[in-house]
């Protein structure tokens, strides 16, 4: 028995119904496909997004973090701004983040006077000058005050300066003299009392740890009152209108001014030094106490004793 004879054209569509088919379907798989394939709609949709996040990367954030020189700083970007034309203006209005420097953190970073700039800072907020009685750094806050480009503020800082100087030529004095009532004696009733009108009250505490040793034979002193280092206990604003740069607050950074702390000690070992400066702002010794140990190095009988002490000293303003 004979077969018909097979065609595959019969298994087939036509060839104008295959293409039909395909570029319909086709056409409409590639109107949704996306910028892979070419779709102009779907690459302008990837360069919309390309440029928001380049947008996103030239701009400050509202709430800015600031090392000023050590010193953290926060703030909202509208302060940092509000002086036109001023460094700071300039740096968070012309710029982008990527080109100021940063520190470890992200924190935008400024190589200067981290103590002072809380003055400069203060005076954008309200656009006034307020500095603590027995301020002793008029001069070095001008200067920063013309670093970052700050004209009205250094102009006041410079009306004071001058004001304090024709002051001195005057014969006028601008303090009081100052006298301790622990060595104040009979002659000294027709001084001036210590305390200056308008000045902050507070107590800060001055400690030191202190060693000497004592030959058995009572001779003379081997090491007498060796400073290890002074300490200084009180409210943070105080310590650091008396001491500035000499305060050493590496034990207990980025504290509030209206904090107090007892971790502070002076980068130098006199004490002299340190009474000066307290004596300067307008403070007097009001207490002391002291207390004292004696050791042995060792077995010996002819070693020389070692004597221990730590004393703190109280001032008053």
């Not at 701009?59 to 460094?87: C, D």
């Not at 014969?171 to 009733?189: D, F, I, K, M, N």
């Not at 307008?282 to 207490?287: E, S, T, Y």
């Amino acid at each position: 028995m004979s077969l018909p004879p097979f065609s595959f054209s019969s298994l087939l569509l036509p060839h104008s119904q295959t293409n039909t088919n395909i570029s319909a379907q086709g056409g409409e798989r590639l109107t949704n496909c996306p910028s892979l394939l070419g779709n102009p709609q779907g690459g302008t949709l990837l360069q919309e997004e390309e440029e928001e996040m380049a947008q996103a990367d030239k701009t400050f954030p509202e709430i800015v973090e600031l090392n000023v020189g050590g010193q953290v700083y926060v703030t909202r970007l509208e302060t940092l701004t509000a002086v036109p034309n001023s460094l700071l203006w300039t740096r968070f209005t012309q710029g982008s983040p990527q080109e100021l420097p940063k520190d470890s953190k992200g924190r935008f970073f400024f190589d200067r006077d981290g103590f002072l700039f809380r003055y400069i800072l203060d005076y954008l907020r309200d656009s006034e000058l307020f500095l603590p009685e027995f301020f002793k750094e008029r001069r070095r806050l001008q200067k920063e005050a013309d670093f970052f480009q700050l004209p009205e503020l250094s102009r006041r800082l410079a009306a004071g300066s001058k004001d304090s100087l024709c002051a001195e030529d005057s014969g006028e004095p601008e303090e009081a003299e100052l006298t301790s009532p622990v060595t104040s004696s009979s002659s000294s009733s027709d001084r001036t009392t210590v305390r200056s009108p308008g000045a902050s009250s507070g107590y800060i505490t001055i400690g030191y740890r202190g060693s000497y040793t004592i030959g058995r034979d009572i001779q003379a002193d081997a090491k007498f009152r060796r400073v290890a280092r002074i300490t200084v206990c009180s409210k943070i604003s105080l310590a650091k209108e008396v001491f500035g740069e000499t305060l050493n607050e590496s034990r207990d950074p980025d504290r509030p001014p209206d904090k107090y702390t007892a971790r502070y000690y002076l980068k130098y070992n006199f004490l002299e030094q340190a009474f000066d400066r307290l004596a300067e702002a307008g403070f007097h010794m009001v207490a002391c106490n002291s207390t004292g140990t004696c050791s042995y190095g060792s077995n010996d009988p002819g070693e020389d004793k070692l004597w221990t002490s730590y004393t703190e000293y109280v001032f008053s303003r």
